[in-house]
T-cell receptor, first 113, second 111 residues
């Protein structure tokens, strides 16, 4: 069964450093997303990406964050100048159509120390 | 602010019983509704989707939708200990691209 691949599975970084989280969505999916889940809290939307551009972003997704699809397969989330409160599980997801269910990757646990 | 509300639980049922999970949503125009299962420390996994009023069955799972009441439910028949997980209700936002998730209901199935 096709899957969404995320790397790394766990990233520890010092406050103020930049991190890049990587994802390979399912190849025939057209819509890509980043969500995060702080421990014990909801899965919350960060950004959606369609047709090589951001289609929607949340209030959380400020200038500290950026996304790229550099080569037609990878989909990356960059977090600049990380803060302690950025510690969370970050999930990449993709869907075949808008309004369809998501396939989630296994997640990257980001720990900012 | 569009909301998806779920009882956080935990909901505890004996093995073989029916587990009933409920969800309400605020966006009256919503058209697409999903149930995801999330095991502890893992990512959400899509188990059901429903777009029309009424019931939709898939194996031991039945999703029920009532748009007039803005209510979605998930029934799990013949519950197994392996069904113990957090169940996330999710609703596609009519105004954009995202899907909004509820906080989830923790289900425990006792052997």
């Amino acid at each position: 069964e096709p899957e969404v691949t995320q790397t790394p599975s766990h990233q520890v970084t010092q406050m103020g450093q930049e991190v890049i989280l990587r994802c390979v969505p399912i190849s025939n999916h057209l819509y890509f997303y980043w969500y995060r889940q702080i421990l014990g809290q909801k899965v919350e939307f960060l950004v959606s990406f369609y047709n090589n551009e951001i289609s929607e972003k949340s209030e959380i997704f400020d200038d500290q964050f950026s996304v790229e699809r550099p080569d037609g397969s990878n989909f990356t989330l960059k977090i600049r100048s990380t803060k302690l409160e950025d510690s969370a599980m970050y999930f990449c997801a993709s869907s075949e159509e808008i309004g369809a269910g998501y396939t989630f990757g296994s997640g990257t646990r980001l720990t900012v120390v | 602010q569009k909301e998806v509300e779920q009882n956080s639980g935990p909901l505890s049922v004996p093995e073989g019983a029916i587990a009933s999970l409920n969800c309400t949503y605020s966006d009256r125009g919503s058209q697409s509704f999903f149930w995801y299962r999330q095991y502890s420390g893992k990512s959400p996994e899509l188990i059901m989707f429903i777009y029309s009023n009424g019931d939709k069955e898939d194996g031991r799972f039945t999703a029920q939708l009532n748009k007039a009441s803005q209510y979605v439910s998930l029934l799990i028949r013949d519950s197994q200990p392996s069904d113990s997980a957090t169940y996330l209700c999710a609703v596609k936002d009519t105004g954009g691209f995202k899907t909004i998730f509820g906080a989830g209901t923790r289900l425990f199935v006792k052997a």
